[in-house]
């Protein structure tokens, strides 16, 4: 009863592709007078890894406790595979990595594996573990004796170790170095292998670019984007242009830049990438159109506030550290995107 | 969406017939393991709950341990008293201190969103306070033979083992209850601040017959001396009161504490978690 290494090959037809692997439904979460979410619907299908990209104080760990059963929304529903995410069922499907400051300190690296592997019914194994999340040298030390990267990679080790079919990742490179911070995306990318799905909360849009296929941005409880990277990344870039025109949604959807449109009463809101375009097309297009105002997008404001969340946190390292070129040049990928590690 | 064809339905059949299953009675002992090992490992734990007995019985039993109370030699009063402390301790600080720390770090987060049974936790932070309880009551009795020549025939030692084990109850369920209500910073100074007075006025490290009138009176209104009395009296000493009110006093206060750790524990979740 005990060998159930076979099981673990028959993963996928246990996982319905069309049901999501978790999922917020119009949630809404009050601590008091606070709105830590207001009506946020969002959810990660199997095999894809969603991150959820906000600053600090978003709603992030809010959403996820949501979808944990940590909490219960105060209005709206939070599943995990289709349950009650406090249910047993769901549990033993889901490895979570929290934020934890301490991990009791007079275990093992390995003791505190065999402990987890117990809790689920097809586990990867405590050896396995230990060599996808990198601790090989280190099993046997107490996890009081770890560095602050080998914490981590442990935490990582206790959230795989069951096997599960979706992995909890909040913030789960807090205050590792720009270095520890690539190598354990290399882990979770090697370990993922595409096969299953991820709920990462991050605060790095680099993070959430290094791992994500999908990325939800909250920004004050409140979803501001959704879509792959790629997308996110071009529609923070972009710019709103309003203006009061007779052409329709379909010929605004058309002019040179524009990537979404909507009509609000007689005012017309596009989203370009390049709004110097969109307005010579558009008053080519509609010489007598009224009202032109040009704002940076919700987006990009929100991107500020998530750089200069993280451009804080960088000043810090940066004064302490001198030089330390790589993880001081973050504040780009909001511009230029994804660079290797 | 093809959700119904032959091959999903064979799939989802034979899956159900050979779904792996956990192996509970493995999980509950691997969780009592690393618990015990865990504090084990832990000075601050295992030697105030193991030394220190030891090293008052060995000080104050070559003191006084050649007068007699409640019919028994103070030696022999001392085993039972000196191990009625450990069980106090490892109880209420296995608990208290372990559930106060384990909560402000996360810890217990992270154990409550992973699929392990809640009870396990409790399970193995009960062995374990069962387990350093047996080790304190075995040593005192071995010290207690060394170097006071105290001897028990097997059915009485026996019978007070088992009074000192009861006392686990009541006591981890009242650290159980203050490792909701306190941090963890401060539920060592609180606890302490009960453990202390408690042992002292309840006359587990000094018989209470040495003491004032007022703390004697005292003392009957405490957990804890109705747990060393009813200990007492199952390792041969005059019985004080009687066996049915010492066992209802402790079944009272297991009561009450439990009762009081759940709602500390619903007053914790709302704080938290709105």
Known sequence: MTDTRAATMDRSPATDPAEPVAELVEATKRYGAVTALDRVSLRAMPGEVLAVLGPNGAGKTTAVSLMLGLARPTSGRARLFGADPRSAGSRMRIGTMLQVSGVPATLTVREHLTAFATYYPAPLGVDGAIAIAGLEGVANRLYGKLSGGQQQRLHFALAIVGDPDALFLDEPTTGLDAASRRAFWNHVREYLGGRRSVILTTHYLEEADALADKVVVLDQGKVVAYGTPTEVKARAAGRKVRAVTRLSTAEASALAGVRSVERSGAVTTMLSTDSDATVRALLAADPRMSGLEVTGAGLEEAFLSLTSGTGGDDGEGNAAAGPRGRGGGRDSYAATGRTEP | ?274
């Open chain 2, 1 to 274: 969406m093809t959700t119904s064809t032959p091959a999903g339905v064979t799939n989802a059949a034979s899956d159900a017939v050979q779904a792996p299953r956990r192996n509970l009675p493995r999980l509950y002992l691997t969780e009592a393991r690393f618990e015990f090992l865990k504090l084990l490992r832990l000075p601050g734990y295992s030697v105030s709950v193991l030394a220190f007995p030891v090293m008052f019985y060995a000080l104050f039993g070559a003191l006084f341990g050649g007068y007699a109370v409640q019919g028994i030699s103070t030696a022999k009063y001392m085993v039972v008293g000196y191990s009625a402390a450990g069980v106090l301790a490892a109880s209420l600080f296995g608990f208290g201190v372990g559930v106060a720390s384990e909560r402000g770090q996360g810890w217990l987060r992270l154990k409550r969103v992973s699929p392990m049974p809640p009870l396990a936790y409790f399970f193995a932070k009960v062995v374990m306070a069962l387990l350093f309880s047996t080790l304190v009551v075995l040593v005192l009795t071995l010290l207690g033979a060394v170097l006071q020549g105290v001897r028990f025939e097997a059915g009485t030692w026996l019978r007070m083992y088992g009074a000192l084990m009861l006392g686990v109850l009541p006591f981890a369920s009242l650290g159980l209850a203050f490792g909701y209500l306190f941090g963890p910073n401060s539920a060592p100074m609180v606890l302490n601040l009960i453990y202390t007075p408690a042992a002292f006025a309840s006359g587990l490290w000094i018989p209470l017959t040495v003491m004032p009138p007022l703390l004697q009176k005292i003392a009957e209104f405490l957990p804890t001396y109705h747990f060393a009395q009813f200990a007492l009296s199952q390792a041969g000493a005059e019985p004080v009161g009687s066996g049915l009110t010492h066992v209802l006093v402790l079944a009272i206060t297991t009561v009450v504490c439990l009762g009081l750790a759940v709602w500390a524990y619903f007053r914790d979740e709302g704080k938290t978690y709105g």
